[in-house]
Nanobody, 122 residues
Framework: VQLQASGGGLVQAGGSLRLSCTASGRTLSYTKAWFRQAPGKEREFVAS????????DYADSVKGRFTISRDNAKNAVYLQMNNLKPEDTAVYYC?????????????????WGQGTQVTVSS
């Protein structure tokens, strides 16, 4: 399984970006998630979505601003980010893991993409 993240970029505070992550291999039954890592900080959970999209989970810091979704026909997961803030600046990673509905633990996710940079200017 390989994951490829895209869609990052530079945006002003208050703006929006949509991240995409496409997978090769069998990930349709996996929970998928986005994590992020800011400079000098540990990687942190952002959002997750169950295999059928029925369960989503968000970090408190992004609730109401970010939306995770998936299209199993395209083997893809997305992260719509609205009202971006400078503190959202980070490298964003997509991930996939099986055997659970949702999790905020990195160790539960077996597969990781390469990351895409999001920079929010004030």
């Amino acid at each position: 399984v390989q994951l490829q993240a895209s869609g990052g970029g530079l945006v002003q505070a208050g703006g929006s970006l949509r991240l995409s992550c496409t997978a090769s291999g069998r990930t349709l039954s996996y929970t998928k998630a986005w994590f992020r890592q800011a400079p000098g900080k540990e990687r942190e959970f952002v959002a997750s979505i169950s295999w059928n999209g029925g369960t989503t989970d968000y970090a408190d810091s992004v609730k109401g601003r970010f939306t995770i979704s998936r299209d199993n026909a395209k083997n893809a997961v997305y992260l719509q980010m609205n009202n971006l803030k400078p503190e959202d600046t980070a490298v964003y990673y997509c991930s996939a893991g099986g055997g659970f509905g949702h999790s905020q633990r990195e160790s539960d996710y077996n597969y990781w993409g390469q990351g895409t940079q999001v920079t929010v200017s004030s």
